[in-house]
């Protein structure tokens, strides 16, 4: 548990006792406040980004109108929103230097020593290589490049599944088709078919719940590295690197595993039936972190997972035929009774990432792009908190408390 010292406001200095620095100390600063931020405020009952509540955003906004009040500041009106998607839009379409990386990145994801993951991270790398702002720290500088960053992360999404697919490259030169919006656009690069209006806005609401979450790991990383007055492409290629750990962003790949997991072990007759308890008691007895459960802040539930797992229910209820083996339907039938087990057993609720996982997996996304698609939607907030930090910045360093050797001589 964190220590109530951990909150107070005056920092250690060197002239503070280890006896209070030890008090100040929280492992994994659990507790700890990190800053300010006027991005996003996390409650227990509440998560708000800029003054609107996520509930209401996700029933009454599109992913541009929230990714626009995360940038810009404010709500748009009808002709600031009309601009600001003009503007990414038009910058949808890579580099070639971009583009030429991804049709080379074939044989790592092959043979498995890359990740889709691992080619976002690079790939934001090469795209500050292209940016002719990426050396300029400055307000209009940074909303330029998130707005490029914006515009081109499903675009890398796109062409990367289509060169697995091994298939031409989709909306090459636009990156894209002008006419989608930004969530369906997403779906049409990657598979060169356009999604339907149910699947489109799913992808949509899924974006903005994915789009900002104060200071998780990723988005403190993307502020540490800002707050060293280095540049907003090297603070995203950091982001993309912590959030692809399974405890973070990547839970969401491993969740839908894990569900594939559990229906291999039962087979479909075993949905609904003691066989599902018995998989999660040894879980539990081998003291297995389930994926997509636990969360560092909401100790009640996540806001988000009941919104995505409404809408995805919703989804499989009109899907016919099998995926993976089975009913669309039966994934959440599935998903539902491994969620009670998790509530009555060890009273942990599921994160978004759960509910995340069976929706993408019966819109036919593969796992591996999950966690892109993740980067594709909180691109928004992190470069919110990277013009944040550099609008007011001081540079992030904590302390720490030494736990090696005496001092010893080194000739002695
Ligand atoms: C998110 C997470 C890292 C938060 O962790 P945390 O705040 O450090 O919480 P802890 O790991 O200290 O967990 C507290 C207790 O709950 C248990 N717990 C938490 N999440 C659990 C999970 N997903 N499955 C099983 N047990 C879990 C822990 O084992 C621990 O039990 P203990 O006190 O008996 O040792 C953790 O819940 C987790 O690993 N979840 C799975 C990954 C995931 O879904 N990440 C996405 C987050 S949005």
Sequence with gaps: ???????????????????????????????????????????????????????????????????????????????????????????????????????????????????????????????????????????????????????????????????????????????????????????????????????????????????????????????????????????????????KGPLHGGANEAAMDMLKEILASVGPDGIGTPKVDAWMEQAFTSKRKLMGFGHRVYKNGDHRAGILHALGRKMAATLPGTFGGIPASKWFDLGEQVQKIMLTKKNIHPNVDFPCGMTYFIMGIPVPQYTPIFVAARITGWCAHVMEQHADNRLIRPLSIYTGPAEKKWNG
Aim: overall charge negative; proline content about 4%; hydrophobic content about 45%.
């Design 1 to 243: 548990m964190p220590s109530t010292a951990a909150t107070h406001p005056a920092p250690a200095s060197s002239a503070t006792s280890k006896a209070d620095q030890a008090a100040a100390f929280a492992k994994g600063l659990e507790g700890v406040i990190g800053g300010q931020t006027g991005v996003c405020s996390i409650e227990q009952d509440k998560l708000i980004y800029r003054g609107f509540e996520i509930h209401d955003l996700a029933a009454h906004a599109t992913f541009e109108e929230v990714a626009f009040l995360l940038l810009e500041g404010h709500k748009p009106d009808s002709r600031e929103l009309e601009r600001f998607k003009a503007e990414v839009i038009a910058e949808r379409a890579l580099h070639p230097a971009v583009t030429t990386f991804i049709e080379s990145a074939g044989g790592w994801l092959a043979s498995g020593r890359a990740v889709p993951m691992d080619i976002v991270r690079t790939a934001v790398s090469i795209l500050g290589h292209t940016d002719p702002d990426a050396q300029d720290n400055s307000a209009a500088a940074n909303l330029r490049k998130a707005k490029r960053l914006l515009a081109k992360i499903p675009t890398i999404i796109g062409h990367m599944q289509n060169v697995i697919d091994g298939r031409a490259l989709i909306g090459r030169e636009l990156g894209g088709d002008p006419s989608l919006g930004h969530a369906a656009n997403l779906l049409y690069m990657m598979t060169g078919r356009r999604p339907t209006t149910a699947e489109a806005r799913t992808m949509d609401v899924s974006l903005i719940l994915y789009a900002e979450h104060e200071f998780n790991a990723s988005t403190f990383t993307c502020r540490v590295i800002s707050g060293t007055l280095s540049d907003m492409h090297s603070a995203i290629a950091g982001g993309v690197g912590a959030l």
